[in-house]
């Protein structure tokens, strides 16, 4: 089982395993932007990668007229759709 001291090895850890390279090439996120932090629980090797995601969102205004923010219809499915 490998012994991890460093962050460094555990991403190099990661990049050599082609399964798993693929899963963290999914998100769009470089794999150096996770904090990575390695611990073991009895004979089992546990890798957890965290990092933050920051979303801006745009205010809705009226398309014509005064410039207002308008309320947002969250009955619109084309606005909030769940997938």
């Known amino acids: 089982m490998p012994n991890f001291k460093l ?4 991403m190099d850890w990661i990049e050599q395993d082609a399964q798993l390279s ?11 932007k996770f904090r990575w932090r390695a611990s073991t629980k009895g004979n089992k090797l546990i890798i957890n990668g965290k990092t933050t995601v920051l979303c801006v969102l745009k205010p809705l205004i009226k398309p014509y007229g005064d410039l207002q923010h308008i309320e947002p219809d969250t009955e619109n499915l084309r606005l909030y759709a769940m997938k």
């Open 7 to 10: 962050p460094e090895e555990i």
């Open 22 to 32: 693929k899963v963290i090439s999914s998100y769009n996120i470089p794999i150096d």
